[in-house]
């Protein structure tokens, strides 16, 4: 149990463009889940908290506006990166509470999504 | 906010022997501290979980040490395999979960 999906695995697209990363918690209910990014040989830095129903929580220093996150369901999550800059190239993780779980504050993580912007 | 340090940031291990990475956090309020391994190109996967009411927990050759007074606690992992090749976070929650900076580690044949 606790499998989180992210797609697509990778995508590349050129500066400008939006593109979409989709969330899943494919075995469980998240009510809460998480959007990261990782650049090369660097931690994971949390860019927001996505509960499902309401507006998403921002770190500080990223850009709302720019990282639209929508929880729409309790199975799903998406980041839409919009107007795109080669900048905004980087592994892009989500993860997921499990709030069947006794242990609410485990987060299971995907795989990643590699973005490239060209 | 939290703040998470790890050390070593590189270990390179003979095949068979122990690693020790060790974590420091800043927040006394913290109470849960994961271990996630990441292989290249893809997610971290928790491997191991303590939380601040024990001071000791093991899963086969991983095992977790928590001192809360001294606000440290450490990975081991015994008899080492090529296979355990990675890097490992620790993290330290709540607030969030803040991660560290990860130690690569290296098993060599």
């Known amino acids: 149990g606790a499998v989180v999906s992210q797609h697509p695995s990778w995508v590349i697209c050129k500066s400008g463009t939006s593109v979409k990363i989709e969330c899943r918690s494919l075995?469980?209910?998240?009510?809460?889940m998480f959007w990261y990014r990782q650049f090369p040989k660097q931690s994971l830095m949390l860019m927001a908290t996505?509960?499902?129903?309401?507006?998403?929580?921002?770190e500080q220093g990223v850009e709302k506006d720019k990282f639209l996150i929508n929880h729409a369901s309790l199975t799903l999550s998406t980041l839409t990166v919009t107007s795109a800059h080669p900048e905004d190239s980087s592994f892009y993780i989500c993860?997921?509470?499990?709030?069947?779980?006794?242990?609410?504050?485990?987060?299971?993580f995907g795989p990643g999504t590699r973005l490239t912007v060209l | 906010g939290e703040n998470v340090e790890q050390h070593p940031s590189t270990l390179s291990v003979q095949e068979g022997d122990s690693a020790v990475i060790k974590c420091t956090y800043s927040d006394s309020a913290s109470n849960y501290f994961p271990w996630y391994k990441q292989e290249l190109g893809k997610g971290p996967q928790l491997i191991i979980d303590?939380?601040?009411?024990?001071g000791e927990k093991k899963d086969q050759r991983i095992a977790v040490t928590l001192n809360k007074t001294a606000k440290h606690f450490s990975l081991h992992i015994t008899e080492t395999q090529p296979e355990d090749s990675a890097v490992y976070f620790c993290a330290a929650s709540p607030p969030g979960l803040s991660f560290g900076a990860g130690t690569t580690v290296t098993v060599r044949a």
């Open positions: 996505s509960n499902e129903g309401s507006k998403a929580t921002y």
């Open positions: 075995d469980f209910q998240a009510t809460t």
């Open positions: 993860s997921a509470l499990n709030r069947d779980k006794i242990s609410t504050d485990t987060q299971y």
């Open positions: 303590i939380r601040s009411n024990v």
